[in-house]
């Protein structure tokens, strides 16, 4: 090649014209490269951190929201219309929850009235509470009356060991929740652009930590309260 004067502008020529389309082809094809290069993909921030932590605590309290309907379930001695939340009545077909389909109260510490909306389905009703709630249902054909009797020792001790289960199942349900966060945070260290460092992942995952020993603090305390009313004669 060779550097000549036009127009009083320096330019590069080629000593042979022919080698002019091989070179646009090269520069067509280096330009093409640089605009397929992919974006950098965007750096880690605290504000990842906080979203991981914030998904956790919310899975955490549906965690304890049924917790707290399980620990309801169990019988305590006295009539509470929260023991037929999990009763499950065959309407028109379809698996339906008690309280859709009819109306709970106790009139009395040992009586529960079942008064269902449509009285076609006494009978289905009927049938759900004799058959899941551990009671004998009184169908008078209009509303049916079941009669909690008094707990004896040994039936209170094992509805404790019972309310203590479901504790422990949540704990379980929790220690997984943390280790899909921890997993979470550590895999922000190998990000590609912008990696978390080590001293703020080791800082992140202490964070998750704390939020669940908060949550595995209300689970004894909420076993702890149902024991006692169990317990209570």
Known sequence: TETMMVGGLSVLALATAGHAPGMARCMSLQRSALLARPA????VTMADVKSIQKDMEKRMKKTMESLSI???TIRTGRANPSMLDRILVQYYGVDTPLNQVASVACPTAQTIVVEPYDKSALSDVEKALGEQSGLTPNNDGSVIRLN??????ERRKEFAKQAKAFGEDSKVALRNIRRDAID???KLEKADEGP???DASAEAQEALDVVVKKFNKQVDEAVAAKEKE???V
Request: aromatic fraction near 0%.
């Open 230 to 232: 169990i317990m209570k």
């Open 148 to 153: 909690v009797p008094p707990l004896t020792e």
């Open 70 to 72: 399980s620990l309801a």
């Open 40 to 43: 950098c993909a965007p750096a």
């Open 184 to 186: 979470a945070v550590k």
């Open 196 to 198: 978390l460092s080590k």
